[in-house]
């Protein structure tokens, strides 16, 4: 078989399968090489080489190139909300192994920060200004919103 790429008179191009390139000559001859968009028999061939194929199967084709797509895709395989609830995780594991002050967490930052008592990690409530207070003190407070199903 051997393979023409084709184009009728209204610029459609297509390819065309022929036994031969005379039989390819006869058929158009003859009107029966369609265009197979519009119809049209007034079929040309394109100068490009025609190939042809040995029967061995189809030629190797050259290897695709990766899609730049899917290399974007495994460099972000870690999505940025995925990134804030593996902190937020780590944060609430840490505050639960942390010894849990309820509303006295603010004197009881201030008294750690101040060496008065044994430094450990601290859980507990604290309101807003509280929490600025302790920051200003130069304390760290690190806020840990509820995990989701501690809301149900
Ligand atoms: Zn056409």
């Given at each position: 078989?051997?393979?023409?790429?084709?184009?009728?008179?209204?610029?459609?191009?297509?390819?065309?399968?022929?036994?031969?390139?005379?039989?390819?000559?006869?058929?158009?001859?003859?009107?029966?090489?369609?265009?197979?968009?519009?119809?049209?028999?007034?079929?040309?061939?394109?100068?490009?080489?025609?190939?042809?194929?040995?029967?061995?199967?189809?030629?190797?084709?050259?290897?695709?190139?990766?899609?730049?797509?899917?290399?974007?895709?495994?460099?972000?395989?870690?999505?940025?909300?995925?990134?804030?609830?593996?902190?937020?995780?780590?944060?609430?594991?840490?505050?639960?192994?942390?010894?849990?002050?309820?509303?006295?967490?603010?004197?009881?930052?201030?008294?750690?920060?101040?060496?008065?008592?044994?430094?450990?990690d601290i859980r507990?409530?604290?309101?807003?200004?509280?929490?600025?207070?302790?920051?200003?003190?130069?304390?760290?407070v690190l806020p840990?919103?509820?995990?989701?199903?501690?809301?149900?």
């Open positions: 078989m051997i393979v023409f790429d084709l184009h009728c008179a209204n610029a459609h191009r297509f390819e065309g399968w022929f036994a031969s390139a005379a039989a390819f000559e006869t058929q158009l001859e003859r009107g029966l090489i369609a265009c197979p968009v519009c119809g049209a028999t007034e079929v040309h061939r394109l100068p490009s080489a025609p190939y042809v194929q040995t029967g061995h199967g189809v030629p190797d084709a050259p290897p695709a190139p990766t899609p730049v797509g899917a290399l974007v895709g495994n460099t972000l395989a870690v999505q940025p909300h995925e990134m804030v609830a593996r902190v937020l995780s780590q944060l609430r594991s840490l505050a639960r192994g942390a010894e849990d002050v309820g509303e006295r967490l603010p004197e009881e930052a201030r008294r750690i920060h101040y060496g008065e008592t044994e430094a450990r507990g409530s604290a309101s807003r200004d509280d929490v600025e207070a302790l920051l200003e003190e130069g304390i760290l840990v919103p509820p995990a989701e199903e501690d809301m149900h």
